[in-house]
């Protein structure tokens, strides 16, 4: 399964960037999708996720109010739209597909892509 996410660069803060994940059409409909990021020495933390029909949405209490996630079914991609970043969204941002709940709370078993890194300058 290929995960594919673009769109990361550098931003000064309170800027705004929108990441993109494009999957194949098959995992789109069928896999929920969920992003994740790492910043250096720090653990992969869960950031947001949407169900397979977008109706469903967590967001991590970090990001709450700042970023929204989306799906474009013509286009097989979801999408994370960064507001108002800060210095500690700095990281390399993963996009995975997989089961909902385990977005949520195991996501070992998803198909991940390969990042895009996010930095943010005070």
């Known amino acids: 399964v290929d995960v594919v996410e673009s769109g990361g660069g550098l931003v000064q803060a309170g800027g705004s960037l929108r990441l993109s994940c494009a999957v194949s059409?098959?995992?789109?409909?069928?896999?929920?999708m969920g992003w994740f990021r790492q910043a250096p020495g720090k653990e992969r933390e869960f950031v947001s996720a949407?169900?397979?029909?977008?109706?469903?949405?967590h967001f991590a209490d970090s990001v709450k109010g700042r970023f929204s996630i989306s799906r474009d079914t013509t286009k097989n991609t979801v999408y994370l739209q960064m507001n108002d970043l800060k210095p500690e969204d700095t990281a390399v941002y993963y996009c995975?597909?997989?089961?909902?709940?385990?977005?949520?709370?195991?996501?070992?078993?998803?198909?991940w892509g390969q990042g895009t890194q996010v930095t943010v300058s005070s």
């Open positions: 059409g098959r995992t789109f409909r069928t896999r929920s």
């Open positions: 949407s169900s397979k029909s977008g109706n469903t949405k």
């Open positions: 995975a597909a997989g089961d909902y709940n385990n977005l949520l709370y195991d996501p070992s078993n998803a198909f």
